[in-house]
């Protein structure tokens, strides 16, 4: 269907306007349609001839039948159906807002009353599609309450007592049980909001990943740790790009360091802080904690893949007891590696050390080639695998398996230069899943970062200026967690 509205700016009377309320039921585009309104036609000439801009709208029928559905009254019209993938939308009918507010709605257990849970929904539509900054009092004025009491609003994250992680119950329910039938991807990666004021007490100075490789640059944010399901879409239609659907995004605060006046008790004390809180504490946390919550939601027989990048390849999340968790992580290619020891004694670790970039350029070890669903397409991706390593500074006695990805060529344009991206190294403690599966929800991951980028740049995640303690902490998990029902596909 192609809308065409023309431009009423110079309109003289309020008889020139006309709102319009338009539902659209989509499918296939084979026989485009010019819908405008005969009422308006000379006003539309009128200003072709003042050389005023015509503003086009292109959009998809989801149903062939569009135009009988659309004379039909509300009443008759069919409940909506549960969302399906890009592929297979032909014949249901599709209303954003409905589906929306009825994921939404399924906050309800979360808040011990109704009008809680109430005002917490309109806050979410308010952040959401309110202009400007992304505040609570912007959300207020959005919901058109500006002019009453605004206490109960920010008394909803200060006061009130609900837990931020239940938010997220609905989609995971919806998107396990109808895209994940053997196993359930999570990636995870911790991000930095960016805050200006100095009253957030969990706001540091942090490294910015955006720093030239030459210069570290600091950045005043918090940190968090989100988590997001990983849906393999391309299963269906094998066509759709994978979806990253944030299921956890909680605040991980470094250990404040001391000043130059403290004693040795307190340098002690920090020391021991730093080991037990820390990033990669926090990510085994929320693995076991997110096990848990999906054995409760009755996920028990699926297996949970976790994948991370390189900042959590490390003894602290690797010699940990994960039950029904695979973990797959990106490696440096200097760490040191052996194999088991295969002589007498009572020696465990073999003497010969090799690194992950030895086996890359070792020529006795075989490529293998898997095709992965990567950048729109299938494509072929070489690999090496070792299996049964040790990794003595590391993971201890854990036989792991080890990765080696050869550069992916691409090219910018049809008849340019080929370019290759840089070899990667995996890491992964289980020896019997298939290459194909663990490759392909490594190259999965990077929808958490498409994730970090719509929270930031378009959701506006960390704009909203509360300062309690226990205000911090909830009012971007709830952004995050409005956020999750729009990824869902």
Not at 9 to 36: C, H, Q, Y
Not at 401 to 406: E, I, S
């Amino acid at each position: 269907m192609r809308l065409q509205f023309g431009h009423f700016g110079e309109a003289t009377s309020r008889e020139d306007f006309k709102f319009w309320r338009l539902e659209i039921f989509f499918d296939d585009l084979d026989n485009p349609l010019r819908v405008m309104s005969p009422e308006y036609g000379a006003i539309i000439r009128r200003f072709h001839q003042l050389r005023v801009p015509i503003k086009e709208i292109y959009v998809r029928a989801l149903c062939a039948d569009f135009r009988q559905r659309l004379t039909q009254s509300r009443a008759a019209q069919p409940a909506p159906a549960p969302l399906r993938s890009a592929g297979c939308l032909r014949g249901f009918w599709v209303m954003l807002l409905d589906n929306l507010l009825a994921l939404l709605q399924g906050w309800t257990p979360v808040f011990h009353q109704q009008r809680s849970c109430a005002r917490a929904i309109s806050l979410a539509l308010g952040l959401l599609c309110g202009l400007g900054r992304r505040t609570v009092t912007r959300a207020i004025c959005f919901n058109n309450r500006q002019h009453q009491d605004w206490s109960a609003d920010y008394k909803l994250f200060s006061r009130s007592r609900w837990d931020p992680r239940a938010l997220f119950g609905p989609v995971i329910r919806r998107a396990i049980a109808q895209y994940c039938p053997k196993y359930i991807v999570v990636g995870l990666d911790d991000t930095g909001i960016k805050r200006s004021g100095k009253k957030v007490k969990t706001a540091q100075w942090l490294r910015d990943p955006l720093s030239p490789p030459f210069h570290i640059n600091l950045i005043w944010a918090q940190r968090f740790l989100q988590a997001s399901l990983l849906v393999p879409l391309y299963r269906f239609d094998r066509e759709s790009s994978p979806r990253g659907l944030p299921i956890r995004f909680e605040e991980v605060t470094p250990v404040r360091k001391p000043g130059k006046k403290a004693t040795k008790e307190q340098e002690a004390a920090y020391r021991q802080a730093k080991k037990t809180h820390n990033l990669s504490t926090a990510f085994v946390a929320l693995l076991h904690e997110l096990r848990q919550c999906f054995d409760c939601h009755g996920f028990q027989h699926k297996l949970l893949i976790a994948v991370g990048d390189g900042s959590f390849c490390n003894k602290t999340t690797f010699r940990q007891a994960l039950a029904r968790i695979v973990l797959i992580t990106r490696a440096r290619k200097d760490l040191r590696l052996c194999m088991p020891h295969r002589g007498q004694g009572p020696r465990y670790y073999g003497k010969d050390i090799f690194t992950p970039e030895k086996v890359y350029q070792d020529p006795s070890i075989g490529w293998k080639e898997v095709k992965i669903f990567h950048g729109a397409t299938y494509r072929k991706v070489r690999y090496k695998e070792v299996s049964q390593v040790l990794w003595q500074g590391g993971a201890g006695r854990r036989l792991l398996r080890l990765f080696a990805l050869a550069p992916t060529p691409y090219r910018k344009t049809k008849t340019g230069r080929r370019y290759y991206r840089q070899k990667a190294y995996l890491l992964c403690d289980d020896n019997n899943l298939a290459a194909k599966v663990l490759l392909q929800a490594y190259f999965d991951r990077w929808q958490i970062e498409i994730n970090h980028r719509d929270e930031k740049a378009i959701l506006g995640v960390g704009n909203a200026q509360v300062w309690a303690d226990l205000s911090v902490p909830p009012v971007p998990a709830l952004m995050v967690a409005t956020y999750s029902p729009f990824a869902t596909p």
